[in-house]
């Protein structure tokens, strides 16, 4: 693809912060459980935008943009159980506790849990929790950032505060990693980033990131899409993705909504192939405002990653790219799956395809896997064309 040479999205401090967080209630992310949240809620810790500050007091005191126990009078901390919006590999978690002074928690710690289907409360206290943050210590008022050193693939995140105490925002940035079970049930977005589309360059986010292009569900504002700064030079604007496994775009859906004095003049797609080539997919096309644009496209070509060029400038809402995996992008993206899994989940996965489980304890064992497995196994990773 022609252009500038790509850049990852911008981001200040450390790198795992140009990733997305998994965690956001935008994405799907919700906290289902806590043992205290007397002074204020749970539910404050995934949204989206920052913590402000309140100076509001209600019967129980203060009140705070975030989720705060109270005062602990016995042995033990507190607690709160995150449901990734998007299940994957976390790179690295920070712990806001912006506005909390005099009452935020010393010290905090995160584990990881993957579990099958929708848990309850009760299945998911029972989970097999594993280490992702041993005990570290916080700053109050402060985005305590820490970097994790993680491969698997998780589904639930679980906080612990030492001893009580509040926070205003979990951010829990990382990788998605894709169900490839879900993939075979019906149509698919190979951009969207709940299936593990990713942004790797973007020329601009001035005034918009640009995962916010690939999120879930529609914009409910301007603010919920990718806009660039004005172009006052030569060229225009892109972002380059890559999307969740290699595939054939059968249809595009470039949705300008409420863009109306910002939107691009135009616009095109160009694929990149495993093997470097490029494939144009929409030539250069004229946009409108305020408006959902979907293209068919022939699909005659797998691609593994997409370029949006817009021109020369302006924001978007959504990009979706609807189509199908390649046989060999949908063999990549369930082994990618399935080595990323936890030992007990994969385990619980083998079992419910009726592997033996000697067979099951070997295979786990064994990962990556590599040589003859037994059909059912060969069937999952492949899809249903193997």
Not at 83 to 106: C, E, H, I, K, Q
Request: net charge negative.
């Amino acid at each position: 693809m022609t252009g500038p040479a790509h850049s990852g999205p911008s981001f200040p401090g450390p790198s795992f912060l140009a990733l997305p967080d998994l965690a956001r209630r935008d994405l799907g992310g919700a906290v289902v459980a806590a043992n205290d949240e007397f002074f204020a809620a749970r539910e404050n810790l995934v949204l989206p935008h920052p913590a402000v500050p309140r100076a509001e007091f209600g019967h129980k005191g203060k009140e705070y943009d975030g989720w705060e126990t109270r005062r602990r009078r016995s042995p033990g901390h507190d607690w709160a159980i995150v449901r990734l919006g998007a299940p994957g590999v976390v790179a690295g978690v920070v712990v806001d506790t912006a506005f909390f002074t005099g009452n935020y928690p010393p010290q905090a710690s995160l584990e990881g849990a993957a579990v099958e289907g929708h848990p309850s409360v009760e299945e998911l206290t029972r989970a097999d929790w594993q280490p992702l943050l041993p005990l570290s210590d916080l700053v109050g008022d402060t985005a305590n950032a820490f970097a994790v050193d993680s491969d698997r693939r998780y589904t639930h995140v679980r906080l612990s505060i030492h001893p009580d105490g509040g926070v205003a925002r979990l951010r829990v940035h990382g990788t998605v990693v894709a169900d490839p079970r879900l993939v075979d049930a019906g149509p698919f977005d190979l951009a969207a980033l709940e299936n593990g589309g990713r942004v790797t360059g973007v020329s601009n986010a001035h005034y918009g990131s640009p995962h916010q292009l690939i999120g879930r569900g529609t914009a409910r504002s301007m603010g919920e899409g990718w806009e660039n700064a004005r172009r006052r030079g030569t060229g225009n604007d892109w972002v380059d993705l890559d999307l969740a496994c290699e595939g054939a775009v059968t249809l595009a859906e470039l949705d300008t909504s409420w863009f109306l004095g910002n939107a691009p003049g135009t616009a095109s797609l160009t694929g990149r192939t495993a093997d470097g080539g490029e494939v144009e997919l929409l030539p250069r096309t004229r946009l409108q405002p305020d408006t959902r644009h979907r293209f068919v496209l022939d699909g005659a070509t797998g691609v593994s990653s997409v370029r949006l060029d817009v021109f020369p400038d302006g924001g978007m809402a959504r990009l979706r790219l609807w189509g199908r995996p390649t046989a060999a992008g949908r063999a990549a993206l369930g082994r990618r799956w399935f080595d990323a899994l936890p030992d007990v989940q994969a385990l619980e996965v083998l079992g419910s395809l009726g592997v033996d489980p000697a067979e099951a304890g070997r295979l786990v064992g064994h990962r990556p896997l590599s040589g003859e497995l037994p059909p059912a196994v060969r069937a999952l990773l492949a899809g249903r064309a193997s």
